[in-house]
């Protein structure tokens, strides 16, 4: 397979970033760059969303919170939708 250079621009805080994302992948930029163009022959178009599974600061925030108040034995807990419906009077 004969190989050639592809030399594209990009800004430098982009470039450092996409590394570092793809290191924790197991990538390096080239395998990651030849990934995208091989998806994309192969999906006729833009291709894929190959990403670390990490939540946001708001799900991250509510993950904490729902695991602190299972946790928590002084937090009333309910086994059935009916029973928290009649708590919450509904």
Do not use: C, H
């Not at 430098?12 to 395998?31: P, R, Y």
């Not at 946790?71 to 009916?82: F, I, L």
């Amino acid at each position: 397979m004969a190989t050639t250079n592809l030399n594209i621009r990009t800004d430098k805080d982009v470039k450092e970033q996409a590394e570092q994302i793809f290191s924790e992948l197991g990538l390096n930029m080239t395998t990651a760059v030849n990934i995208f163009l091989k998806t994309t022959i192969r999906e006729r178009g833009l291709p894929f969303a190959l990403k670390l599974d990490v939540p946001n600061e708001n799900t991250a925030d509510a993950i904490k919170e729902g695991k602190r108040i299972m946790n928590d034995k002084s937090v009333k807990g309910y086994s059935s939708m009916e029973e928290l419906k009649a708590a919450l009077d509904v």
